[in-house]
């Protein structure tokens, strides 16, 4: 288990992780979703000892990291988001230096380092020297040398980052089976559609803090049934909100100029309505695109912006 | 322990596969002594001398400077530099007539000083192996040197380059003399350190063989703890470099996240460095003590006190590096220190041949300290007791700073 409470970290002015709290389950893979910028690194770092909180509370597999930082890392994974490989050493190389810096060697090592190899799909590169792989292959292997030791805590930061569609498919599966040995992952990411399918519980987190936390049917719930219809063209954001607001169970969640975007009960059925309202109003629809609830719409209403910019 | 050797073994690896560095930093002293041999009058023969075109297209007061130093600089003649212009140039190395031609471009002096990035080009010679990395070496830390100066009166020359203020077509005599004489001031300042006495290292060799002529075997072994000492310098500087490699490649955060403490990694670390300055300094040494016939009891004594000085050496480059800003000030900064160490330490030319007063300086610098004890184990005239001593400060001094380079690495250096 991950336990965090009350976490702070502050960097002169700039207050990077702001009150931060959440507890990640073994088994289960938690989520931390935000855009750039919103904390995700900083929360990890901290977490795995690589940084010293402000504030707050950091307890890993029952270890306080604060006082007891080596004890707690024994069993501690981590998948940093930059690169961390020798690039003039093999994949097998590095696989068994970041073994070693967990007190495995000998026969146990070099088994555990074949099955890592194989399970990333470098067994047949394993002996080539790092810098001459591609940058999907050196993900991969970075993902490898966080699980090389069999930890019983993972920390994944962004993992699928610049890795192809099957190499990712590859990857998830690897965090899956990492879970269902009883790891306990943290998963941070941008990509809506990764949390959705791996992650057992998610918090969502924009400028330091968690704005929304839950399983995934737990934060759809905040956005109630509704669907989220997106309209571009061209629209006087003044003049457009009086008209929609007397239709009933409509909500306005973002007007521009270009673009308009609505949280709607059973959106499909009342379009013409909406239409109508927006001619009176002398708006001009180019395009309508309607989404079932998401994540994405979640963000969009929490924050009032697009989790990609 | 097992973490230590594993972390030796994988920076073995890693140099193994990065030889150019390793032939640099024994290329350079074994031809510096080589040199220096040659000029004490060991052999005779023609020196091998790296011969450097050079196009200045610039023709400014900076280029100027730049290719006097090129042609002087503490290689004691190693590179002879030609003024050539750009084609004559070009058309010569085509024919392989050089070692390495160096295009100043036109605007140069204009962008160093405005702090705008300008490029040199330097063209080498592919028939020619080590000669061209010496010269590529030498300039770029007369690059570095550049720099630095610019840092220190870049407002003088600015002023200067600038021309005369006003409708004057010329400075006032005061204004000029004022620049002149900061300059002045400055340089003198600063030449006990960038223009090393190469003249009077002759002279003074000399008159050391003339003083005491029966014992010329003494003489030219005075050389070789300098050279080798040079030679682990220049190791400890190169070697320090890799904490910064480590930082980028991001390796150091695995480390810090990992349940290993950093004193072990560095301690591997310092193991890998050791590992190569023991092949160093058992190849010189033994040569050495065949060549004078020196008494072989003593020279496991020679080799350890030779690696224990060594490991003080890296603690000492490690620090700087991990106390400055940026790779490029460690690079300087280990540099800086590195060569006024080298020439005041008794690595250049022996203390036997320096003026006094420079010679107690320089026994008091790291190296020119361990240095004399090294000379003493060779000569058979080191007494337990104050070398107890001196083998104890040596292992204390090391460990305190090896502990706070560890500490600075763990806290600081390591999460950038
Ligand atoms: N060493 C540092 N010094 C100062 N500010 C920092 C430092 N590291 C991060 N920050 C700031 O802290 C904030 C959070 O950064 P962090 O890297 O945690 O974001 P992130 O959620 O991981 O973003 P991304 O998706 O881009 O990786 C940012 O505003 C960033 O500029
Ligand atoms: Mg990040």
């Known amino acids: 288990m991950i336990d965090v409470q009350g976490l702070r970290k502050q960097y002169g002015d700039l207050l990077a992780v702001d009150d931060v709290s959440f507890t990640a389950q073994p088994g289960a893979i938690f989520g931390l979703l935000g855009p750039n910028g919103a904390g995700k690194t900083t929360t990890i770092g901290c977490i795995s000892g690589l940084l010293k909180p402000t504030a707050g509370r950091i307890s890993l597999l029952g270890h306080d990291v604060a006082t007891d930082g080596p004890a707690s890392r024994r069993q501690l994974g981590v998948v940093p988001q930059e690169l961390a490989l020798y690039e003039d050493l093999s994949a097998r190389e590095n696989l068994l230096y970041w073994g070693s810096a967990y007190s495995m060697r000998g026969e146990p090592l070099n088994k555990r380092v074949q099955m890592v190899l194989e399970l990333s799909g470098l067994l047949d590169r394993a002996n080539e020297p790092v810098k001459k792989f591609s940058g999907g292959m050196k993900r991969r292997l970075n993902f490898a040398c966080g699980i090389v030791h069999g930890p019983k805590a993972l920390l994944l930061d962004e993992p699928t980052v610049g890795v192809d569609p099957q190499s990712r498919v590859r990857l998830l599966d690897l965090v899956r089976e990492q879970t269902k040995q009883g790891t306990c992952v943290i998963y941070t990411t941008h990509y809506m559609e990764e949390a959705e399918n791996l992650c057992d519980r998610l918090a969502i987190i924009d400028h330091g803090k968690i704005i929304a936390t839950g399983t995934l049917a737990e934060l759809r719930a905040i956005l109630g049934e509704r669907d989220v219809l997106r309209l571009t063209g061209l629209f006087d954001p003044t003049t457009v909100a009086e008209p929609l607001s007397r239709i009933d169970g409509i909500e306005l969640v973002q007007a521009e100029q270009d673009m308009l975007t609505l949280a709607v009960a059973n959106a499909s059925g009342r379009l013409s309505d909406i239409f109508q309202a927006l001619a009176t109003a002398g708006a001009e629809v180019r395009e309508t695109t309607l989404t079932q609830p998401s994540l994405e719409s979640l963000f969009i209403k929490l924050t009032g912006k697009e989790l990609r910019e | ?416």
């Open chain 2, 1 to 416: 322990m097992g973490f230590v050797w594993s972390t030796a073994l994988k920076d073995w690896r890693r140099h193994r596969r990065d030889p150019v560095a390793l032939v640099l930093w024994l290329g350079i002293p074994v031809f510096v002594g080589g040199l220096i041999s040659m000029a004490s009058g060991g052999r005779s023969g023609p020196a091998p001398q790296a011969h450097v075109l050079v196009a200045d297209e610039d023709n400014s007061f900076l280029s100027g400077l730049l290719v006097g130093a090129m042609s002087q600089d503490a290689m004691g003649g190693l590179i002879q530099a030609e003024q050539v212009d750009q084609d004559e140039g070009r058309a010569r190395m085509a024919k392989g007539e050089a070692t390495a031609m160096l295009v100043i471009p036109r605007g140069f002096a204009q962008a160093v000083l405005m702090e705008q990035p300008s490029t040199l080009e330097l063209v080498t010679n592919p028939s020619q192996t080590i000669l061209p990395a010496i010269v590529e070496e030498s300039l770029s830390i007369l690059v570095d040197a550049a720099f630095y100066l610019h840092r220190l009166i870049g407002d003088d020359l600015r002023e200067f380059a600038a021309g005369p203020a006003g409708s004057t077509s010329v400075f006032s005599d005061m204004r000029f003399a004022g620049i002149s004489v900061r300059i002045n001031q400055l340089l003198v300042r600063l030449s006990g350190y960038l223009f090393p006495p190469i003249v009077q290292l002759e002279r003074g060799a000399e008159e050391t063989v003339e003083a005491d002529d029966a014992d010329t075997v003494s003489v030219a072994l005075l050389f070789l703890p300098g050279i080798l000492f040079m030679a682990l310098l220049f190791m400890a500087q190169g070697l320090s470099i890799d904490l910064w490699k480590e930082r980028d490649q991001k390796t150091l955060r695995r480390v810090v996240v990992s349940p290993q403490h950093v004193l072990l990694f560095l301690f591997g670390k310092l193991l890998s460095g050791l590992g190569l300055m023991f092949v160093v300094c058992l190849v010189a040494l033994t040569a050495g003590y065949l060549y004078f016939g020196l008494a072989f009891a003593t020279l496991p004594l020679a080799v350890v006190w030779t690696l224990l000085s060594g490991a003080l050496l890296m603690t000492i480059m490690w620090l700087l590096q991990l106390y400055a800003s940026s790779q490029h000030a460690g690079g300087i900064l280990t540099m800086v220190v590195m060569f006024p160490l080298m020439m005041a330490g008794g690595s250049f030319f022996p203390f036997e041949a320096m003026p006094a007063w420079m010679a107690a300086i320089g026994k008091r610098t790291p190296n020119g300290w361990a240095l004399e004890q090294l000379k003493a184990i060779l000569l058979e005239s080191v007494e337990a007791g104050p070398f107890s001593i001196a083998l104890v400060a040596l292992i204390v001094v090391a460990s305190v700073l090896f502990f706070f380079g560890a500490l600075r690495l763990r806290s600081n250096f390591a999460q950038g």
